[in-house]
């Protein structure tokens, strides 16, 4: 994987856990600053309404 968009349109926040084959580590949102966790082959998130994270690999987890 490249990195992965994640996209919540609704108007609530969402807990998503997405399947990625990414190194295990935190990551950071390059959108929003938030971290996003990988672990167990899932990336994990939590989304407020109506916005987007970006996760690159190329961005050395746990590391910033």
């Given at each position: 994987?490249?990195?992965?968009?994640?996209?919540?349109?609704?108007?609530?926040?969402?807990?998503?856990?997405?399947?990625?084959?990414?190194?295990?580590?935190?990551?950071?949102?390059?959108?929003?600053?938030?971290?996003?966790?990988?672990?167990?082959?899932?990336?994990?998130?939590?989304?407020?309404?109506?916005?987007a994270a970006v996760i690159l690999a190329d961005h050395d987890?746990?590391?910033?």
């Amino acid at each position: 994987d490249l990195g992965h968009v994640v996209i919540n349109i609704s108007d609530a926040t969402v807990e998503t856990a997405v399947a990625t084959a990414l190194p295990d580590g935190s990551y950071p949102d390059l959108l929003g600053g938030a971290t996003s966790v990988v672990a167990d082959g899932r990336i994990r998130t939590s989304l407020a309404p109506q916005t987007a994270a970006v996760i690159l690999a190329d961005h050395d987890p746990g590391n910033e």
